[in-house]
């Protein structure tokens, strides 16, 4: 016969487990996008423009945020969790946000910003015409490299939306 204090505790921890495991697949997904990106640019050797760049700052947060929530969830504060996944979620839907506007400026959907330039050559150098002439400009609305017609900002609307689902998910889940 089993033990109905076993029991009770074994149902509180897998009403636990989405709160668990939503943040944890979050930080999982946003340190692969950032190290998939990081590929790209250290060893394929595509620069990022800016947007690129700030891109990339949902998942910084979201890496470590998740594991926090993680453990938060796991002490067993739902409360203060799911509090915490809301706040992933906004997160990865900024992240959304910011990819899905890249990825239109890329497809000429809408004008991007006036920015988008390569890295200013350094003050007080000796030939600005020079370098001003071999800077590269990296530009927000081509895409470098596509894959099944998407670039590499398309891919991350999916990311981002899907790290935003999983994260509703963790929330909703009781």
Known sequence: MPNPDMSSLDATAGARRPLVLAPLIIA????????????????????PCPLCLEQRLPYYAAVPLGLVVALVARQGHAGLARLGLALLGLLML???GLALYHAGVEWHWWQGPTACSGAAPAAGSANLLQDLQQARVVRCDEAPWRFLGLSLAGWNVLIAATLTLVAVWGVRRR
């Open 28 to 47: 999982a997904g946003a340190a692969a996008t950032l190290a998939g990106a990081w590929f790209f640019q250290l060893v394929i050797g595509l620069a």
């Open 94 to 96: 900024v992240g959304f």
